[in-house]
């Protein structure tokens, strides 16, 4: 990465995305050294910013980091700005390419020298940006790469994704690099090994043996002040239908078959896009809704009688043979109890529990991958209860990541998600990145209940701030899955 000249773009550089997310990532890279030594980054914005501007406006997020004062500094050094009317402003992108080309012309003609734009804007913009890009900074492939992030909310349906993708199929989709951060998380990257690299992992993982699989996210807290976005998406596209949807992928897709000569990226999406193909549409009997009390008192929600989930069970079904009659269960909620992201998957009763403990059912085996906080994997596993007692006791097998791994100073051996996916950006690594067949079927899955949930104004179960959220949950997560509740 060090013997090339990059010049990073991030278009909407004084919104929150770009502050918190975006710039912070950036800093991470580069105090680790993983970014070229001739690396410029470009805020592009309305505003009309000085370079020192734009550095005064992103130092205090760059603080918040354990970086030290002088590679803050170091950092806001290479940042500069460049300011236009919109975002489809081809004079300033012009302006914008003379100052990267100036920087360019430093180099020797065998020099690669790569452009990334990184989208930190509202979808409804990201057209004309795209287009005053193409028309004006797209590098030569022979001279290097021009690659383009660009995150969710990628449409709220499926026709309004349709519309998104084509204002974007100017760029190639090799270029293209749509981030769901769930894909950057330790956890869910750890998926494809600990599947694929066990020899008995897997194995068990199908329909003979496997009751349930439930998907969870927990925040404690609302929309915080994001109502305005929010009522517009609600839980089930700002969550489900994107992180928890494609964790479940990666824990349900087969083997991914490596064509000669074509890489893993194009395998893991491949197997990705094999199983949401087997997924069913979702029903509305499939759904379960919630919305917290007090979630209308947010200034920027208007419609004070919105039936905007932030709550939401749904049910799946993967026709195939691995997975056939499994329910797969994806739940998230805003403003709950905790902040918790985790995989379980719950197995069958065991068959001679019930003849050979003297009929004392034994709990059944739970596998459990926390995302968060605080990685951990553990299998719920009956061993005997110690002494003179045979009776099955249900305690975990367990791999936690802060002891095993992280131990007490080692903060930066876990990088947070972002800087993982630009870091394989940098790289060209495409497997952790939703390709628009992934999309779109995930959008076919989802399409026809959300449409239905509001043509016919579902009212969502009202819910108490801080706790576990609607009590009908649980039954319901019971009666279509048959799961039996042990959260720990
Ligand atoms: C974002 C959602 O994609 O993910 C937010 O828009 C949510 O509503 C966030 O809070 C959660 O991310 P994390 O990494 O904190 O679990």
Redesign the pocket.
């Known amino acids: 990465i060090r013997t090339c000249c990059l010049t990073v773009v991030v278009v909407g550089a004084s919104g929150d995305l770009a502050k918190k997310k975006t710039f912070p990532s950036l800093l991470n890279l580069y105090a680790d050294k993983l970014l070229p030594e001739d690396t410029v980054i470009f805020g592009y914005a309305r505003s009309q910013l000085t370079d020192d501007e734009l550095r005064s406006r992103i130092r205090p997020f760059l603080e918040k980091s354990d970086h030290p004062k002088a590679t803050v500094e170091a950092f806001l050094n290479i940042c500069q700005y460049q300011g236009g009317k919109s975002y489809g402003d081809k004079d300033a992108f012009a302006t914008l390419k003379t100052r990267i080309e100036e920087k360019e012309l430093g180099f020797s003609k065998d020099d690669k020298k790569n452009r990334l734009f990184y989208f930190a804007i509202p979808p409804n913009v990201f057209g004309e940006t795209a287009l005053a890009i193409k028309d004006t900074c797209i590098q030569k492939d022979e001279v290097g790469w021009t690659r383009l992030v660009v995150e ?1 909310p990628f449409g709220r349906d499926l026709e309004s994704f349709e519309t998104l993708n084509q204002t974007l199929s100017v760029f190639d989709e090799k270029m293209l690099y749509r981030i769901d ?1 769930y894909l950057g998380k330790e956890m869910v990257q750890n998926l494809t090994v600990l599947r694929f690299s066990n020899i008995w992992f897997d194995k068990v993982l199908n329909k003979d043996n496997v009751s349930c699989i439930i998907l969870t ?1 927990k ?1 404690p807290f609302g929309t915080q002040g994001r109502g305005g976005y929010f009522d517009k998406y609600g839980i089930i596209r ?2 489900l239908q994107n ?1 928890l949807l494609q964790v479940l992928t990666l824990l349900t897709m087969e083997t991914p078959v490596i064509v000669e000569g074509k890489g893993s990226g194009k395998a893991i999406r491949d197997a990705k896009v094999a199983v949401l193909n087997a997924m069913s549409v979702i029903d509305l009997d499939d759904v379960l809704l919630g919305q917290y009390d007090g979630y209308t008192d947010d200034d920027t929600i208007d419609n004070k009688d919105t039936n905007t989930p932030t709550f939401a069970v749904i049910r799946l079904r993967i026709n195939n043979p691995r997975w056939d009659g499994v329910p797969m269960i994806l739940k998230a909620g805003k403003a709950l109890n905790e902040r918790k ?1 985790e995989m379980r998957i719950q197995f069958k009763d065991a068959p001679a529990g019930d003849f050979l403990f003297d009929g004392q059912p034994c709990p059944r085996n739970e596998l459990v991958m926390r995302m ?1 906080p605080k990685e951990a994997i553990y299998m719920k596993t009956n061993v005997k209860s110690p002494g003179f007692s045979a009776k099955p006791t249900q305690s975990e097998l367990e791999v936690n990541y802060n002891t095993r791994f992280f131990g007490n100073n080692e903060t930066n051996v876990n990088p947070d ?1 972002y800087t993982r996916l630009l870091l394989d950006i940098l790289q060209g690594k495409q497997a952790a990145f939703v390709r628009d067949d992934e999309l779109r079927r995930a959008w076919e899955i989802f399409t026809p209940v959300l449409h239905r949930i509001e043509q016919e104004n579902v009212r969502p179960v009202v819910y108490a701030q801080g706790g576990r959220g609607p009590k009908e949950a649980d039954d319901f997560i019971y009666r279509v899955a048959g799961y039996i509740r042990s959260e720990d």
Do not use: G, S
């Open positions: 969710k951060h996210f925040e700002d969550i992180h992201a968060q998600a």
